[in-house]
C-alpha cells in the first residue's frame, strides 16, 4: 500500500542557487518527522515545497501514491496544510473570522471539524481569544491559535514551521501534547534540542538529508496525559463525515459564541495557515493559490478522488 505522503528526491533551487537537493522519504498516518538544520538551511522552503506553495526543481511528490496533479492542487492543501511562523501581525479580523472563512474553501466543504474552543483551551487560552482582534493577541497566543485552527480543519499531514518559537515552556509542553494526539502526521521544524526526544518520531537532518530513528520517548507524566475533553475534540474529527460536517459557527462548542462576519472570503487572514496567494481557485498549475484544506482524519484515495 502506498504511503501517506511520499517526497522523491526532491530539489529546490532559489535565485540560481542549489539549497535542498535529493531529500527523499515517507510518512505515514501518525507519524512525527522532525526538521533540523541550521539557520537558512532551506527548512522552510521544505514545508512549502511539500504544501505544493512552490515550483520542485527535481523530484517528485505523492499523496496515497498520486502525484499533486491528479490529487488537485486544492485537494492537496487540504490535506497537506502548512503552519508557516506566526506572521499574526500582518493579519486583520480575528481566528473566528480566519476559521469560518476557511471553511468556505470548496475543498473545505463537507468536512469533518474538530472542536476549535476545545483545542484553544488545550492549549491553555481562553476561549475568548477566537474572538479577539489578531493584533491584539500576543505572538505565543497568535501561535497557539493558529496552530489550533489548523488542527481544527483536520489535515492528514501538518506542515509545522516552528509551532512553539513564542511559546513559554508550559505552553510548548501543552502544544507538543495536543500535535501528538491530533491525529494527522506531522512534519515539523524545530531548533529546540529537546522537543524530538520528547515526541519520539523521526528526524530529517538538512542539508543532507538523512533521516534518524529515535527512540521511543518516556511515557507522559499524567498531568501532561491528554485529558478526556480534548480527547473528545479531536474524536469529533475523525472518522465519517456525520456531525458537525459542515463545520459552520453552529460546530462552536456550547457555551462559546464564535462570531464572524465574512463579507468576503479572499483575505491576509488566510496566510496564517499558508504561505502566500489570493483564493482558493483551481486555475493554472495550484501554484500561488491560498488555503488549504484539510479532513481531520486521513484521506482514502477514493475521497481524494471525490475532492478533485
Ligand atoms: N523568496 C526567496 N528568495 C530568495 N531567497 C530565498 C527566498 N526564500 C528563502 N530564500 C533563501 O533560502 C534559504 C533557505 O531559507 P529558509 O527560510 O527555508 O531557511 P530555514 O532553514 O527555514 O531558516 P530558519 O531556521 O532561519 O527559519 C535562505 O538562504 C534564504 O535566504
Given at each position: 500500500m502506498a504511503p501517506l505522503l511520499e517526497v522523491r528526491g526532491l530539489r529546490r533551487d532559489v535565485a540560481e542557487r542549489?539549497?535542498?537537493?535529493?531529500i527523499s522519504f515517507t510518512l505515514d498516518h501518525g507519524q512525527i518527522l522532525f526538521v533540523r538544520g541550521?539557520?537558512?538551511?532551506?527548512k522552510s522552503l521544505l514545508l512549502r515545497a511539500i504544501a505544493c506553495l512552490d515550483h520542485l526543481q527535481g523530484g517528485s511528490l505523492l499523496l496515497h501514491g498520486l502525484p499533486p496533479c491528479s490529487v488537485g492542487y486544492p485537494a492537496w492543501r487540504t490535506c497537506v496544510a502548512y503552519v508557516p511562523q506566526s506572521r499574526a501581525s500582518s493579519l486583520r479580523g480575528t481566528p473566528a473570522e480566519l476559521y469560518f472563512q476557511a471553511q468556505r474553501f470548496a475543498a473545505q466543504r463537507g468536512r469533518p471539524r474538530g472542536d476549535l474552543p476545545a483545542l484553544v483551551g488545550a492549549l491553555g487560552l481562553e476561549q475568548s481569544v477566537l474572538n479577539q482582534?489578531?493584533?491584539?493577541?500576543?505572538g505565543g497566543q497568535a501561535q497557539r491559535v493558529g496552530v489550533a485552527i489548523a488542527v481544527a480543519l483536520g489535515p492528514a499531514v501538518l506542515l509545522l514551521d516552528?509551532?512553539?518559537?513564542?511559546?513559554d515552556a508550559a505552553a510548548a509542553l501543552r502544544m507538543e501534547r495536543m500535535l501528538a494526539g491530533c491525529g494527522s502526521a506531522l512534519i515539523w521544524v524545530t531548533h529546540d534540542p529537546q522537543q524530538p526526544s520528547r515526541l519520539g518520531g523521526r528526524v530529517l537532518e538538512l542539508p543532507l538529508g538523512n533521516v534518524l530513528e529515535l527512540p521511543p520517548p518516556p511515557p507522559l507524566p499524567p498531568a501532561l496525559q491528554m485529558q478526556p475533553p480534548l480527547r473528545q475534540a479531536l474524536a469529533g474529527a475523525?472518522?465519517?463525515?456525520?456531525?458537525?460536517?459542515?463545520?459552520?459557527?453552529?460546530?462552536?462548542?456550547?457555551?462559546?459564541a464564535l462570531t464572524a462576519t465574512l463579507?468576503?472570503?479572499?483575505?491576509?487572514?488566510?496566510?496564517?495557515?499558508?504561505?502566500?496567494?489570493?483564493?482558493d481557485g483551481d486555475a493554472g498549475d495550484g501554484y500561488g493559490e491560498t488555503f488549504s484544506d484539510s479532513p481531520l482524519s486521513p484521506p482514502s484515495p477514493s475521497q481524494l478522488r471525490n475532492v478533485r
Open positions: 542549489s539549497i535542498l537537493a535529493n541550521p539557520s537558512g538551511v532551506g482582534q489578531w493584533g491584539e493577541l500576543s516552528e509551532p512553539t518559537s513564542a511559546c475523525d472518522g465519517d463525515d456525520g456531525g458537525a460536517a459542515d463545520g459552520g459557527p453552529g460546530s462552536a462548542a456550547p457555551g462559546v463579507p468576503r472570503p479572499a483575505s491576509r487572514a488566510a496566510e496564517l495557515l499558508r504561505g502566500n496567494g489570493d483564493g
